[in-house]
C-alpha cells in the first residue's frame, strides 16, 4: 500500500545528543514536510522540500536539520542545539505542483523525549 | 501573514447531537481549505476540502461550506458518534510557489455515548 512512513514510533534522547528521525514515502510526492506538534497547539512547520537536493526553512527550523538526497526520502536530525526538542514530529508530503492545492498525506509520528 | 483561528476546545457532545467547530481564517490569497482529523497517538488524515468560494467539502457525514464572504470553513455533522471523538484541524494552503499549510490549533471533540 502507498503510503508515509515514519520511525521509530517512539525516541528518547538524553541532554546533549543528536537524533535522527526517519521518513519514507512511495508516493512519487516530489513535496515532503517537518511538523512539530506541542499539546494544545497546533502543527509548526520545521522544514520542506519540494524537489531532491533542495529545502527551505520553515518557521522553526533552529535547532533542526535535514537531508534530501532521495524523492522517497526526507530524514529530520534533531540537534543539541534544540532547547527543547520533547515533542510529537509528523512527516508529511504532496503531490506538488506549482499552483496547485494538493493536499497533504501524514505520517503516523514520531514522539521524541529528552531524559 | 495568513493565519487560521479556531474555536476552542474541548467540545463535549452526547452520541447523535449537532456538531458545528468555527474555523475562520485571514488570507491576501485565495486559498484552499482544509479540515484534517487527528485520532490518539496517530498523524493527521484529511477529512475535506474547498478549493474556490462556495465550494462544499463533504466526507463521512462532515460537512464545510468556503465563505469567502464572512472568510469561513465551519465544520459541521448532522449526529456524531463517539468514533468520531479525536482533535480536529482546520488548515489553508498558501497559493503560490510552495504549498504550505497553515493550521489552527485545533478543537478536540469528546462524544459520550
Known amino acids: 500500500d502507498g503510503g508515509i512512513t515514519q520511525s521509530p514510533k517512539y525516541l528518547f534522547r538524553k541532554e546533549g545528543q543528536n537524533v535522527t528521525l526517519s521518513c519514507e514515502q512511495n508516493?512519487?510526492?516530489?513535496?515532503m514536510y517537518w511538523y512539530r506538534q506541542d499539546p494544545g497547539q497546533g502543527l509548526r512547520l520545521i522544514y520542506y522540500?519540494?524537489?531532491?537536493?533542495?529545502?527551505q526553512k520553515g518557521d522553526i527550523a533552529e535547532g533542526y536539520s535535514v537531508s534530501r538526497e532521495k524523492k522517497e526520502s526526507f530524514p529530520l536530525t534533531v540537534t543539541s542545539a534544540q532547547k527543547n526538542p520533547t515533542a510529537f514530529y509528523l512527516c508529511?508530503?504532496?503531490?506538488?505542483?506549482?499552483?496547485?492545492?494538493?493536499?497533504?498525506?501524514f505520517g503516523p509520528g514520531t514522539r521524541l523525549t529528552v531524559l | 501573514g495568513d493565519s487560521v483561528t479556531q474555536m476552542e476546545g474541548p467540545v463535549t457532545l452526547s452520541e447523535e447531537a449537532f456538531l458545528t467547530i468555527n474555523c475562520t481564517y485571514t488570507a491576501t490569497g485565495y486559498p484552499s481549505l482544509f479540515w484534517y482529523v487527528q485520532y490518539p497517538g496517530e498523524g493527521l488524515q484529511l477529512l475535506l476540502k474547498?478549493?474556490?468560494?462556495?465550494d462544499k467539502g463533504s466526507n463521512k457525514g462532515f460537512e464545510a461550506t468556503y465563505r469567502k464572504e464572512t472568510t469561513s470553513f465551519h465544520l459541521e455533522k448532522g449526529s456524531v458518534q463517539v468514533s468520531d471523538s479525536a482533535v480536529y484541524f482546520c488548515a489553508l494552503s498558501e497559493r503560490g510557489a510552495t504549498n504550505k499549510l497553515i493550521f489552527g490549533t485545533g478543537t478536540l471533540l469528546a462524544v459520550q455515548p
Open positions: 474547498a478549493t474556490k468560494a462556495d
Open positions: 522540500s519540494q524537489i531532491v537536493n533542495d529545502f
Open positions: 508516493l512519487n510526492h516530489d513535496a
Open positions: 508529511a508530503s504532496s503531490g506538488f505542483s506549482v499552483g496547485s492545492t494538493d493536499e497533504q498525506f
